[in-house]
């Protein structure tokens, strides 16, 4: 079997509740909601918490390769650490997604930031600066979103072919 790799940096200059302390959670081992104000929603969702086994659930040609959906790996729902989704307008609002590579919160609306990520495979993507929050960038591995890509969508821009990742640590 091949492994192949994508390596994300993440920007570090994110406050308290942020995308960067979510990510690194569900890519680790950290995987817990905490101070969501329901504890049933806690207790019921914590084993969901991760990205090991997940899906890439979205490839758009020449723009961007999805995922993150722990709900139902088909991009229509969202999870956080800190609820179903968090809001977090400072690091929303100064976001620039201006190169190929970057990682961003995929968002159905600016305050609705949850588990599903993208990546930007265009050069640039204006339309998106204030809307999501851009996060880190891929270091290594971009041959293999390149890959992604190319592969063979459905109507909805789902891979035929599942594709997971997997992690064993966020350091």
Same mark, same amino acid.
């Given at each position: 079997?091949?492994? %192949?790799?994508?390596?994300?940096? @993440?920007?570090?200059? @994110? ?6 302390e979510m ?5 680790g ?7 969501? &104000?329901?504890p ?11 990205y090991? /086994?997940?899906?890439?659930h979205? %490839?758009?040609?020449g723009?961007l390769?999805? &995922?993150?959906d ?5 991009g229509?729902?969202q999870?956080?650490?800190f609820? #179903?989704?968090?809001?977090? #307008?400072e ?8 190169e ?7 968002v159905?609306?600016?305050h609705?930031n949850?588990s599903? @990520? @993208? ?13 999501c ?7 290594? &591995?971009?041959? %293999?979103?390149e890959a992604?890509?190319?592969?063979? %969508?459905d109507?909805? /821009?789902a891979p ?12």
């Open positions: 079997m091949r492994i %192949v790799l994508i390596v994300f940096s @993440f920007f570090f200059f @994110f406050k308290q509740k942020t995308a960067y990510l690194r959670s569900l890519v081992s950290e995987m817990c909601i905490r101070d969501s &104000g329901n049933m929603f806690e207790d019921q969702l914590n084993a969901q918490l991760h090991p /086994g997940s899906m890439i979205r %490839v758009h040609k723009y390769v999805q &995922g993150g722990l709900v139902s790996s088909q229509v729902d999870l956080s650490v609820g #179903p989704t968090f809001n977090s #307008p690091e929303t609002e100064t976001s620039t997604f201006n190929r590579g970057l990682v961003g919160t995929a159905s609306a600016p609705l949850g599903q @990520f @993208f990546i930007l495979t265009a050069n640039k993507a204006s339309h998106l600066d204030g809307t929050i851009c996060f880190g960038k891929v270091v290594q &591995g971009m041959d %293999v979103v992604v890509e190319k592969l063979q %969508v109507t909805l /821009g035929y072919h599942c594709l997971l990742y997997k992690s064993d640590a966020a350091d």
